[in-house]
């Protein structure tokens, strides 16, 4: 059972403890002061590799840790969940997300890459047993990194939503997620303190949705775009999400919770959402990228997609996608 907190005394579970802590260098900024001493591991990516879990477990094991705790987005708390993982300890672990987006610590998976390929764990020990939401922390995000994230957790609503393994409980959270993310959208991006906690929570609530149903098609779609062109996962996924729905059609029901009529005004409002944050796809795709692109796709998450999707229509989606 998951415990979430909404101030710092979840840190005193830590008394006495001698945890891994995972997180990246904007730790130093955010002015937590844990009540024990810990072993801290930094060496990982953005998109975190296989390797860099593999020396965090080295860590883990070489120190005789007892708890993990991750702060920081969903790369901390992905790798957090691999050290977990493969290292085959009952350590607890706790997740301090410090943006509004991923909802990793809401979720029984994970997202590592090897090879340049990208790998879905998925396990119920991977549910963090804590959660801490501190919206003090994204007081420090930059604007751009706000933006993909809010639009990772928007994208992660709606994905739910329409899943073929979508459920009463599901849809309420999706439901929730967006109201939420659309009422306070202004507030947030403005970095006002209302802002960040209810974009705190519809992230979490967004991570809850998806814990049940796993996402679909735009996720799919937007992992290689990650790994080959450097974009964060909100911005990728963000650019596919419009299209993927276009060519689907219907969940007019989802449109209305985005205040829309339709499908199409629905898709018309997310292009215009992202023009006017200015996340444009990248300037160029040759043909043989394009084929990478379509063969990379992961055939499982298709299977969730609520249409069916060949190859054709996966590339018919990306030329969309790629053209401004």
């Known amino acids: 059972m998951q415990q979430t907190f909404y101030n710092f005394s979840a840190f005193k579970l830590l008394k006495n403890k001698k945890p891994l802590l995972v997180c990246d260098q904007a730790f130093d900024v955010l002015g937590i002061d844990l009540p024990c001493e810990a072993v801290r591991f930094s060496a990982f990516q953005s998109n975190p590799l296989y390797e860099d879990v593999e020396a965090g477990v080295e860590v883990l094991q070489a120190n005789q840790?007892?708890?993990?705790?991750?702060?920081?987005?969903?790369?901390?708390?992905?790798?957090?969940?691999?050290?977990?993982?493969?290292?085959?300890?009952?350590?607890?672990?706790?997740?301090?997300?410090?943006?509004?987006?991923?909802?990793?610590?809401?979720?029984?998976?994970?997202?590592?890459?090897?090879?340049?390929?990208?790998?879905?764990?998925?396990?119920?020990?991977?549910?963090?047993?804590?959660?801490?939401?501190?919206?003090?922390?994204?007081?420090t995000l930059p604007l751009y990194q706000k933006k993909c994230t809010m639009l990772d957790a928007l994208c992660q609503a709606i994905e739910s939503w329409w899943s073929r393994k979508a459920t009463a409980q599901s849809i309420a959270y999706s439901s929730q997620a967006i109201h939420l993310i659309l009422d306070h959208m202004d507030s947030y991006l403005q970095n006002e303190p209302k802002g960040n906690v209810q974009m705190l929570m519809a992230s979490h609530l967004a991570g809850k949705a998806i814990n049940i149903t796993t996402t679909t098609a735009p996720h799919a779609m937007s992992y290689k775009m990650s790994s080959l062109l450097g974009l964060p996962h909100g911005h990728a996924v963000a650019l596919c999400l419009p299209k993927v729905w276009a060519f689907t059609g219907g969940f007019d029901e989802i449109a209305k919770a985005l205040g829309r009529e339709d499908c199409q005004d629905a898709v018309a409002y997310l292009e215009g959402l992202l023009q006017g944050l200015g996340i444009f796809p990248p300037d160029t795709m040759d043909p043989e990228s394009m084929d990478r692109f379509v063969l990379s796709v992961n055939t499982e998450r298709l299977q969730n997609h609520p249409i069916e999707l060949d190859q054709d229509a996966i590339k018919a989606i990306y030329e969309q996608v790629f053209n401004r």
């Open 65 to 139: 840790c007892d708890f993990i705790v991750a702060i920081g987005g969903g790369s901390s708390i992905d790798t957090a969940k691999g050290i977990k993982y493969y290292s085959h300890t009952g350590a607890p672990v706790m997740a301090v997300p410090t943006t509004s987006g991923t909802g990793s610590e809401a979720t029984h998976f994970a997202v590592l890459y090897k090879d340049g390929e990208k790998y879905s764990l998925a396990d119920a020990r991977l549910l963090p047993e804590y959660v801490v939401l501190l919206p003090e922390v994204l007081r």
